[in-house]
C-alpha cells in the first residue's frame, strides 16, 4: 500500500541533483566502473519493501542500473486494488527519483497492467521491449533481472525473443517452500503471493523457458526481518528519505493492525536479497558467496501453485539462508551517507 503520489512535478525542489554512474556523496569515489548491470521489475505500488530494495540498488556504484520498470500487481490486491497498477508502479518510481535528486528518469518503464492469459501469447508493454534491447545489446558484463513481484514482463520477453535467455540471469523473489528445504509458514496463502500475480508467467519461465534462474523463495526471504528500533533510529533519522521509507512501513504497520493482526516489532524486508545477491558480490570469483543456495533441477509450477519434479530440468539455484548482515548494515551506511550529503547541500 505505497501511497500513489498525486504529482512529482516540484514536490522535492530542495533535493541536490545527481544521476546515475555517479555517486557525489561518497567521500572516497567508486574505485572503478560497475561491473555489472541489473534490470529491476517490481511492483512498487504494492509491499513498500520494494522501496529499500529499490533506493539500495540506486546506492549501489558496483551496478549498473539501465532499466527500473514498474509491474502490475494481482487484481484487487490489498496493496493496491487497482485498476493501472503498473501506472501507479511508475508514479511511485517517479516520485522516490525525485526525492533522491535523481535526474536519470530515462531509465524508467511501464510493464503491462494485465497478467498472461495463456502460455503462448505476450502481454505488450513498454518495459518488454526495453528489457529485449538492454538484453540484446552487445556488452561484456554480467545482466541480472531482478524481479520483486510478478514476472509478467519477463516471460513476455522471452515469449517475443527467446535469446534474452541467453543474456541474463534472472534472481527473483518469490514462489512457496520446497519440499526437504522448509514448510510453508502458519496460516500461509496457498499460492505465494507474487507467484499469485501471474501464475501463467512464472509457469512460462520455471517450465517452458531456458532462462537462467535463481530463486528467493517465501521461506528465505521471510528471514529477511528488521526490528522496530532499526527502522526508527537507522532509518528514520537518516534524513527526508529515511523518514518517506519508514512512514511508508508505517502505513502498513498501523493497517495491520487496525486489522487486529498487530502490533508487531519486526518487518520483513523481503525484497532486499535483489541487492545483496547482484551489487553485493565477492571481489574475486565474483559470486553471492556470503549466502546459501542449493543447485536444483528447475520443477514445473502447477495451476494450484505446487511445484512439480522434473529431472531433466534445467539447473536453477534454489536460496535457503541470505547474508542479512551484510545486506542491511551495507543498506543503513548508504543511506546515512547519502542523507547527509543531502542534507548538507539542502
Given amino acids: 500500500m505505497t501511497r500513489i503520489p498525486a504529482t512529482t ?13 555517479t555517486a557525489p556523496w561518497q567521500s572516497i569515489a567508486p574505485l572503478g566502473a560497475p561491473r555489472a548491470r541489473v534490470i529491476v521489475d517490481n511492483d512498487f ?7 529499500f530494495q529499490l533506493v539500495h540498488h540506486l546506492l549501489s556504484p558496483s551496478v549498473e542500473i539501465p532499466l527500473v520498470i514498474g509491474s502490475h500487481l494481482r487484481a484487487g490486491d490489498p496493496f493496491d486494488e487497482g485498476p493501472d497498477t503498473a501506472t501507479h508502479a511508475v508514479q511511485v518510481i517517479a516520485d522516490v527519483f525525485e526525492r533522491m535528486g535523481l535526474d536519470s528518469t530515462g531509465v524508467i518503464a511501464r510493464g503491462s497492467e494485465e497478467p498472461l492469459v495463456d502460455r503462448t501469447t505476450p502481454q ?52 512457496g517452500e520446497h519440499e526437504g528445504i522448509a514448510v510453508p509458514p502458519p496460516g500461509a496463502m496457498p499460492i505465494e503471493y507474487n507467484l499469485l500475480i501471474d501464475p501463467v508467467a512464472a509457469q512460462v519461465v520455471f517450465g517452458d523457458s531456458d532462462l537462467s ?21 537507522r532509518v528514520a533519522t537518516a534524513g527526508p528519505l529515511g523518514a518517506y521509507l519508514y512512514d511508508e512501513i508505517t502505513e502498513v504497520m498501523l493497517r495491520a493492525e487496525a486489522e ?19 551489487a553485493l558480490q565477492s571481489l574475486f570469483e565474483a559470486d553471492s558467496s556470503s549466502s546459501r543456495h542449493e543447485v536444483r533441477p528447475t520443477p514445473r509450477i502447477g495451476d494450484d501453485g505446487q511445484y512439480f519434479s522434473r529431472p531433466d530440468g534445467r539447473a536453477m539455484r534454489v536460496y535457503t539462508w541470505v547474508d542479512t548482515r551484510l545486506m542491511f548494515e551495507d543498506f543503513y551506511l548508504k543511506l546515512r551517507e547519502f542523507s547527509d550529503w543531502q542534507t548538507s547541500r539542502a
Fill in 45 to 51: 505500488s504494492g509491499d513498500p519493501d520494494d522501496l
Fill in 260 to 278: 487486529g493482526r498487530g502490533p508487531a516489532e519486526t518487518y520483513a524486508l523481503g525484497d532486499s536479497p535483489l541487492v545483496l545477491l547482484t
Fill in 9 to 21: 512535478a516540484s514536490a522535492h525542489p530542495r533535493a541536490p541533483r545527481w544521476t546515475l554512474g
Fill in 213 to 233: 534462474l535463481w530463486q528467493v523463495p517465501r521461506d528465505v526471504y521471510r528471514q529477511c526481518l528488521v526490528s522496530d528500533a532499526e527502522l526508527r533510529l
Fill in 124 to 175: 505488450p508493454a513498454p518495459a518488454v521491449d526495453a528489457l529485449i534491447s538492454e538484453a540484446l545489446r552487445d556488452d561484456p558484463r554480467p545482466l541480472y533481472f531482478v524481479a520483486g513481484g510478478g514476472l509478467t514482463d519477463l516471460a513476455s520477453a522471452w515469449l517475443l525473443e527467446p535469446r534474452v535467455a541467453e543474456r541474463l540471469t534472472v534472481v527473483w523473489i518469490g514462489g
